[in-house]
């Protein structure tokens, strides 16, 4: 009996010991699971992002996309050959067919490119990479004020100081509307990063940065900040253009009436709503924004919207230039925002349906008037942002469709450094890809 005994007591030690085993392996593997949310504090705001349906998905993987590969081509070639790190070019041109041809680059780092990378980095879980980058852009970008600058040249950020390029720089090919001071676009993109980034993985110190953006992009006694100067055309009643307010006036004998406004597709509907959910004092500057961004649609026959909004005139401007012209990009922008919290016009869908559907071009302008093309200059980073909204809105038909349009600027060639990449045509003969082009894109394509 006393054998016995002892027998059943080792017995049951041992079952005991192998309990705790599990429930100390169980709770290990919770841990590992839950670990983000378990040692990180802070407030963690429900910024959950609509992602493609698996239909969707199939259809990236037929119509010859690999989301993978593209990352891995892009990161290559506009990362580490360009030596930028943690850091993406804003564009590079591809080496052409003679050997005059030679590649360039940009000369410049954009904070919105970055915004975007560190948003694709946080939705494929990289928490690593979207900590660095946060980081640097925190770091090398700050205006002093809680806000950002909104691009930087090479050259002038320090941890790049001696990197040299890998190709020549080619300041004809740089964009002309670049805000190299404070920039209230490149605040809302890098805001929205930061709600997603806390939103998963929490984090004091990059709540503390989202204050200040939300400090320096908005103030109730005057509404949100006017980073553009507007000077109306002297032929036109309209007010026609955003320019660099110290060049424009070395060129005038008298200064001009001016205006001071922000363009219209830099507010983020998404983000605000993200922080007014996540404290509600924010609650009337995300009501204002979206007043704003609701009222700037040209009209119900001509369903884009307008480029830019004056707090100070509590008016709208539609175009620059001399040509009554609406930007696409900038238009569709502003609808991917509206669409993102539930409140795109059904005539703003219908006309990107038409497009895609009927037409099979997005081009680069629209007359304000008829609503006809006004440029045969394709949109490529269009085809991207209606991906997006074709994810938010649920419409499969329209995300295929629109996949089967972009194509047509998926690099295929086995010899190109940009395979699987997207391009834009440059002249005849070149082809540029741009960090816009393609992490817009891909940011419909990752579950």
Known sequence: MKFRDEKNKGTGLRIAIIAAAVILIAAGVLLFIFRDRI??????????????????????????????LQLSRMKKLMVKDSETSPYILSWYLLPGQLQTMTPAQSAFVDVTDQALLMRFYIAKGDRKSAKKLSDAIAKDFSDGSGGLLGTLPIEDIERLTGKAPTAAYAPELEPADRVTGTSIEADFSYLRALLEYTGRWGGTEEWERIGALAGAIYQPE????????????????????????????????????????????????????????????????????????????????????????SEGEGDYIYFTGQEARADTVSSLRTMLHLSEVSALPRESLSWIREQIFNIGYLYSEYDIITGTAASDVEATEAYGLILQIAVTEGDFDLYARTLTRLSRSLATLETSPARYMIF????????????????????????
């Open 39 to 68: 040692f990180e504090r802070g407030i963690k705001p429900d910024a959950a992002r609509v992602v493609p349906t698996d239909e969707m998905l199939a259809e990236v993987g037929a119509g010859g996309y690999r989301p993978d």
């Open 222 to 309: 005057s509404g949100f900040i006017n980073d553009h100067v507007v000077v109306p055309s002297p032929t036109s009643e309209w007010m026609v253009g955003l320019v660099d307010y110290a060049e424009y006036l070395e060129e005038m004998a008298l200064e001009p009436e001016t205006y001071r406004a922000m363009k219209l597709c830099a507010i983020d509907l998404r983000a605000l709503q993200i922080l007014a959910s996540a404290d509600e004092s924010y609650a009337p500057m995300f009501e204002r924004a979206l007043q704003i961004v609701r009222e700037g649609q040209i009209s119900g026959e001509v369903p884009l919207f307008a480029l830019a909004y």
């Open 424 to 447: 834009r045509k440059e002249g005849e003969r070149r082809r540029v890809t741009t960090a816009a082009d393609n992490l817009t894109a891909l940011l419909a394509m990752i579950g």
